[in-house]
Every structure is written in structure tokens, then in C-alpha cells.
């Protein structure tokens, strides 16, 4: 089997190099983004016309919104990672952060996923964040709100550019052959089709 090992200090510069690389979940990603960069400028010249009318709502509810995202919302965020690995029966998981940097993650001690398994798991902090966004803007319709929503759901878009580059490396060297684990601060990314190439070239 084909295996690549990355260590924890180093998933920072693995991010930097898939973003480089473009396949096509993060080319999603990265198009998505812009749209949002945008929506988040529009949501400040809103909050900065507001205060210049004396209406300091707005920008109360976009402050709260900036101190919750880089507070609790990351908290949120790993622990929907921590609850996908119990829906998927995993019970060797645990928190842990990258040594002088702002990288949080869940993992396991052994237990292995599938490109499928990791998938989900990756995602779900994702789908379910920004859906609990999309719900409360929908159903209150208060333009206000979006002065909270919007820069939550684009700040945990954010915390989720790691999730999309591990899943888009998946996809690239096949997720239904796929697996990936976690040992002495190391992950390891398996491939069983790499290895009937590489049989196949030494041929």
C-alpha cells in the first residue's frame, strides 16, 4: 500500500500545498470563498453605514458575531468532528492542537477511516453549521440577524480549509480505496490502488 505520512506540525504547509495544487473540491472551496469575502465586505460597509446613521446594532451584532466565531464556534466546530467519530462508532477519539500554531484538531489513537468514513466526518462540522446559519436567517428573516450569521458562516468556512484539503487529497488519489489514521502525532494516508500501479510499472 501506498503511504504518505504527515506530521501534525506539518498539515499547515500540506494545506498551502493542495491549495496550490487546485483539484476539484478545492477549486469549489476557493470560489465559494471569494463569493463570501464579498458578502463579508458588503456586511462591513453595512455595519459602517449604520454607525454612521447612529444605528449601533449592527455593529454590535457583527462584533459578537467575530468574538464567538474565534471562540466557541471552534469549539463547536471539533466537537461535530468528535461526534461524527461516535456516530461512526470510534471511541479512541481526542482533541488535540499543533504546537505553536492555531491548528485545533480531533483524532483518533488507532482506528482507521475509509475516504468515506473521513469524508463524512470532515464535512459534517461544515454542513451542519452553515445549515443552523441558513435556518435562522431564513425562518426570523431579520435583516439584522445577518449581522451575526453571515460572519459566522463565513469564519467556520474558514476553520473548514483544512477538512477540504485533506478530503480533496482523498478524492485525488482515490477515496474508495483510501484510508487514513492517526499514531505518535502522525497521519498516515493509504492508498491500495497506488500499489497495483506501482506493481503494474515495476512490471
Not at 500545498?17 to 463569493?35: N, P, R, S, T
Not at 439584522?144 to 482523498?170: M, Q
Request: charged share 15%; aromatic share 18%.
Amino acid at each position: 500500500m501506498y503511504m504518505r505520512e504527515i506530521r501534525h506540525s506539518e498539515v499547515h504547509s500540506f494545506i498551502n500545498d493542495q491549495l496550490k495544487k487546485k483539484g476539484v473540491l478545492l477549486k469549489i472551496y476557493l470560489f465559494v470563498e471569494y463569493i463570501q469575502l464579498f458578502l463579508l465586505i458588503f456586511i462591513i460597509i453595512n455595519v459602517l453605514l449604520n454607525c454612521y446613521h447612529q444605528k449601533y446594532l449592527p455593529l454590535f451584532l457583527f462584533g459578537v458575531s467575530i468574538f464567538f466565531s474565534f471562540s466557541i464556534l471552534i469549539f463547536i466546530h471539533e466537537v461535530i468532528h468528535y461526534l461524527g467519530y461516535l456516530i461512526l462508532g470510534r471511541r479512541d477519539v481526542y482533541f488535540g492542537k499543533v504546537e505553536k500554531q492555531m491548528i485545533f484538531y480531533v483524532t483518533t489513537r488507532a482506528s482507521k477511516l475509509n475516504g468515506y468514513e473521513y469524508l463524512f466526518i470532515s464535512m459534517l462540522p461544515f454542513i451542519l453549521i452553515s445549515l443552523v446559519c441558513i435556518f435562522f436567517a431564513i425562518k426570523y428573516h431579520n435583516i439584522e440577524l445577518y449581522f451575526f450569521t453571515i460572519p459566522v458562516l463565513v469564519c467556520n468556512y474558514s476553520f473548514s480549509k483544512g477538512d477540504f484539503a485533506f478530503s480533496d487529497y482523498l478524492i485525488q488519489i482515490g477515496i474508495s480505496t483510501s484510508r487514513l489514521w492517526n499514531s505518535d502525532n502522525t497521519i498516515f494516508i493509504g492508498n491500495s490502488t497506488s500499489e497495483l500501479k506501482t506493481e503494474k510499472a515495476t512490471k
